[in-house]
């Protein structure tokens, strides 16, 4: 695996700490040999990003802000990565965001500007994202996403999360047949539950994993890394026939009934 996108620029947006998926992501691409650019919203991810590249001993191309909630923001970074870098093939989305509140109880409780902000953030933002990466995308390139299960089916408190991850896979399908005559592709990962800081205190995550390790076939929670290792195939050349995909990286826990 250690040079399957050697040379190739992609950009990964949500480090927020080492448990975080865009880091397992990190270190995939890093080790296949990709030049990393990243970008963040908080200034402590900021902080958490610089102190892990210098732990992993990882060169960053480049480090920006981007607050997907905005589109100058959005344009003003796509604008230094194409000043700075030029042509990008490769974007790696992993951002989500719904109020602490709306992810337990009923979801018939969500809020008219909670169900607007989750899905501004969690499925909007790829399409905006999409449409500003297209233009350094001129040698073709990869996009891809994170969703999780609670999109396909009703997971306890996953609520106004799963109804906006269901948005993210159908702009994943419209994105892709736009992108497709550019020689882009768009996918998405579905990964099994992880404890990152998004999983951190939200109400039943502990008994997700214990589900997973019960009843998935292979009978234990999947990891950073793995999720990290399949967005590195989406990203390389060995997926270059597949396009519009949501791939489960779940230890196979969805196909059970
Ligand atoms: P993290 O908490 O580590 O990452 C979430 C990221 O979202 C943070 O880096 C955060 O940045 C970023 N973010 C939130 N709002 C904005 C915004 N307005 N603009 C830019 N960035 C923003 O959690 P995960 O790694 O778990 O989450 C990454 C993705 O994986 C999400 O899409 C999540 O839904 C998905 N996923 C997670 C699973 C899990 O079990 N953990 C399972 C399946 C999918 P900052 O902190 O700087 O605000
Ligand atoms: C059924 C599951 C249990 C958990 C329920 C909901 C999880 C929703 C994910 C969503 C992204 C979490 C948040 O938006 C948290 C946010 O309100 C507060 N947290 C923060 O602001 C932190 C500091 C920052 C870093 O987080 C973000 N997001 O900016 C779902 C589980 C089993 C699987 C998960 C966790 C899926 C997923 O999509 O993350």
Redesign the pocket.
């Known amino acids: 695996m250690s040079n399957l996108v050697e040379g190739k620029n992609i950009v990964i947006m949500g480090v927020?700490s080492e448990r975080s998926i865009a880091w397992g992501v990190t270190t995939s691409l890093h080790k296949a040999g990709a030049n990393l650019i990243f970008t963040y919203r908080q200034e402590r991810s900021y902080g958490k990003l610089t102190k892990l590249l210098d732990k992993h001993n990882i060169e960053a191309k480049l480090i920006i802000p981007c607050d997907v909630a905005s589109d100058e923001s959005i344009t003003n970074a796509f604008n230094s990565i194409k000043e700075k870098i030029g042509v990008i093939h490769g974007v790696v989305h992993s951002v989500?965001?719904?109020?602490?509140e709306e992810?337990k109880g009923e979801y018939a409780n969500t809020s008219r500007e909670g169900f607007l902000l989750a899905h501004e953030i969690s499925a909007f933002s790829l399409v905006a994202v999409t449409k500003a990466a297209k233009e350094l995308m001129t040698e073709g390139g990869s996009i891809v996403t994170q969703t999780?299960l609670?999109s396909e089916r009703v997971?306890?408190?996953?609520n106004i999360?799963g109804v906006a991850k269901a948005s993210l896979e159908a702009s994943v399908r419209y994105l892709a047949e736009d992108m497709g005559k550019y020689g882009i592709r768009v996918n998405a990962v579905s990964a099994g539950?992880i404890r990152?800081?998004?999983?951190k205190g939200?109400s039943?995550?502990n008994e997700?994993l214990g589900v997973i390790e019960k009843k998935a076939p292979l009978r234990r929670n999947v990891d950073q890394d793995q999720v990290g290792d399949a967005t590195l195939f989406f990203m390389s050349e060995l997926s270059r026939g597949v396009t519009g995909e949501v791939l489960h990286v779940d230890s196979g826990y969805h196909i059970i009934g």
């Not at 997971?155 to 996953?158: A, D, M, S």
Request: glycine share 8%; hydrophobic share 50%.
């Open positions: 927020a989500a965001f719904a109020n602490r992810l999780y609670g997971i306890q408190n996953y999360m539950p990152t800081l998004s999983a939200v039943g995550f997700k």
